[in-house]
């Protein structure tokens, strides 16, 4: 089981660029790593999926270091509707079930002006 | 879009009563699964589906159960609710390895 870990919470402010990273030291070869955005009263929403280097999309950016052991959600440019709980995702579906599938506590970014 | 909708939003039941959840999703979806949001814990796998009839305890299966009988429908049972299962309860479903979408959440109360 891939253990992730994420800092508790985060303060940015608007028009900056935003890190956040996830441990997950234990993570297995098969694991992909994906990130989730969750506003209040909502679902998680899907922002980007990786397995090694840079995976880059329309909202942010993935960077994920060669031994794969922690990655980093790039947010650019962010705006007061970036505030919300971010999660990392790390596991496989196709290989050991949903067991393997394990977000971390998640980290609540707050953007001011 | 993909819909992933969940049969109640707020609910409020009695410690012993048994509860049914569910959860509906309409883009033909191997993959459904059940997590609970605690503060603090973030989501915790319940249970997970990857075919009709066919299903794989979580991370805490413990005082749940599910129900797979068509592709579309993945239910949550609990067979005789506990307050320390209030929480938050999500439904998501995917294809094969793809992204999960998740529907709104039922935030359950036991009393």
């Known amino acids: 089981l891939a253990k992730t870990t994420q800092p508790i919470s985060m303060d940015s402010y608007e028009g900056q660029e935003v890190n956040i990273t996830c441990s997950h030291n234990n993570i297995a070869t098969n694991d992909y790593i994906t990130w989730y955005q969750q506003f209040p009263s909502q679902g998680p929403r899907f922002i980007i999926q990786?397995?090694?280097t840079k995976v880059t999309n329309e909202v942010a950016s993935l960077f994920i270091p060669a031994d794969r052991k922690s990655s980093t959600l790039s947010l650019p440019r962010v705006s007061l509707s970036d505030t919300a709980v971010y999660y990392c995702?790390?596991?496989?579906?196709?290989?050991?079930?949903?067991?393997?599938?394990?977000f971390g506590t998640g980290t609540q970014l707050k953007v001011e002006l | 879009d993909v819909k992933v909708t969940q049969s109640s939003r707020y609910l409020v039941k009695r410690t012993g009563e048994k509860v049914f959840l569910e959860c509906v999703q309409d883009?033909?979806?191997?993959?459904m699964f059940w997590y609970r949001q605690d503060p603090g814990l973030g989501l915790r796998l319940i249970y997970f589906s990857y075919d009709v009839k066919m299903k794989e305890k979580g991370d805490i299966p413990e005082g749940y159960s599910v129900s797979r009988e068509k592709k579309e429908r993945f239910s949550l049972i609990l067979e005789s609710a506990s307050t320390n299962q209030t929480s938050m309860y999500l439904c998501?479903?995917?294809?094969?390895?793809?992204?999960?979408?998740f529907g709104p959440g039922t935030r359950l109360t036991v009393l």
């Open positions: 990786g397995y090694k």
């Open positions: 995702l790390v596991g496989d579906i196709l290989t050991g079930g949903g067991n393997k599938l394990t």
């Open positions: 883009m033909d979806h191997e993959n």
């Open positions: 998501a479903s995917s294809f094969l390895r793809d992204t999960q979408y």
